[in-house]
């Protein structure tokens, strides 16, 4: 348990962080937000369709970065996708300070939580693995999957890729064999065929060019390997009820979001074999809470951030009350989430899903 005094250290310590980033922050958005963008798409980035059309508008709901966000669906193909999408720039902006610096230590201890999660994954996916030794975690962060699947699958050696230093991390703590700094699509041909499994756990959505990554993991496996995809389901009925509050849209760093027909088909077209397609055992039962909590964040945001013109303490006592009051409803929200949660399958409400994939 943290002391009172480790307690006004870490304020301290955020409060000169945030100062010296302000200056930063100042210099990035001084050209305004639109240069983070590329130019406007007029054909769909999965099927080449020119029928497409806005389905939401949103803005940065979790770091409260300035801009906003359209999501536009392909009336023929179902893909939906970030339009127009960041650029490099971009992606640098809105990353920054969410998976490292000002945010590394909450994400970390987030992500580090999620045991439960990471043994389901480890488990759907067992029944198979013949033969499997060598699998590479892509998009791993901090290495939490590796180390839990590790204690299930003794046998199995996980090396970790990720673009950030997180990588490096889970590879000083053991979490992973190999930490691998990098791209998949660059680095892929480095290792090709050296691996029994390659899983991409909700890192397609992140990334510009899904497809492109798809022919990455193939390269990657050895043949008769196995790949194992899961992400966000676009096709749940929460992304409609709940709207820009449904969490999985994470904007703006979800760039695309893949109906399971056309993740199903991409993979056959490259030579897998769909072995399981699996919804339940991906859902996370957080959907109802997640918006609440995303809606008490958006009424008052924190004020000690770098990005975020500095508001005073009569605005964090404002948050603080605003926060205490929204506990009835978290609560309220978190036992409908378990409570739905046993019936989500029937009522279309799972929120995303697995395949695994054998190499032919």
């Known amino acids: 348990m943290t002391s009172p005094e480790q307690h006004s250290r870490g304020h301290r310590a955020r409060r000169e962080t945030v100062a010296a980033l302000r200056a930063e922050y100042g210099a990035a958005l001084s050209g305004g937000h639109r240069a983070f963008f590329e130019p406007l798409r007029h054909g769909c980035p999965w099927c080449g369709s020119v029928r497409i059309g806005g389905h939401l508008l949103t803005r940065d709901l979790i770091q409260h970065k300035p801009g906003s966000f359209r999501v536009d669906r392909c009336r023929s193909c179902g893909h939906l996708f970030q339009n127009p999408r960041l650029n490099a720039r971009g992606l640098d902006f809105y990353y920054r300070d969410f998976y490292d610096r000002l945010g590394e230590q909450q994400l970390d201890a987030m992500f580090g939580g999620r045991t439960r999660s990471y043994r389901r994954r480890a488990e759907a996916v067992r029944p198979h693995l013949d033969g499997v030794k060598r699998w590479l975690d892509v998009g791993t962060g901090h290495g939490h999957f590796c180390e839990t699947a590790r204690t299930l699958l003794p046998e199995v050696a996980f090396d970790g890729l990720d673009r950030s230093e997180g990588v490096e991390v889970a590879e000083r703590r053991g979490r992973v064999v190999r930490g691998l700094r990098g791209g998949l699509t660059e680095l892929a041909p480095e290792f090709a065929g050296e691996y029994d499994a390659v899983s991409l756990f909700h890192y397609l959505e992140h990334c510009t060019e899904p497809l492109r990554e798809l022919e990455a993991a193939r390269t990657s496996l050895r043949p008769g390997g196995l790949l194992v995809v899961e992400v966000p389901d676009p096709e749940s009925r929460y992304a409609h009820l709940l709207g820009r509050w449904w969490l999985p849209w994470l904007q703006p760093q979800h760039l695309h979001l893949m109906p399971v027909g056309n993740l199903r088909g991409a993979l056959s077209e490259?030579?897998?074999?769909?072995?399981?397609?699996?919804?339940?055992?991906?859902?996370?039962?957080?959907?109802?809470?997640?918006?609440?909590?995303?809606?008490?964040?958006?009424?008052?945001?924190?004020?000690?951030?770098?990005?975020?013109?500095?508001?005073?303490?009569?605005?964090?006592?404002?948050?603080?009350?605003?926060?205490?009051?929204?506990?009835?409803?978290?609560?309220?929200?978190?036992?409908?989430?378990?409570?739905?949660?046993?019936?989500?399958?029937?009522?279309?409400?799972?929120?995303?899903?697995?395949?695994?994939?054998?190499?032919?």
């Open 270 to 360: 490259l030579g897998f074999t769909v072995l399981a397609e699996q919804h339940r055992t991906a859902h996370e039962p957080v959907d109802l809470v997640a918006a609440v909590w995303l809606a008490l964040e958006g009424a008052v945001p924190r004020d000690d951030l770098p990005w975020l013109v500095p508001t005073g303490p009569a605005r964090r006592a404002l948050r603080g009350a605003a926060l205490l009051a929204g506990v009835p409803a978290l609560a309220a929200a978190a036992l409908l989430d378990h409570a739905v949660a046993p019936l989500a399958g029937r009522l279309g409400l799972y929120n995303a899903y697995r395949l695994v994939a054998r190499r032919g």
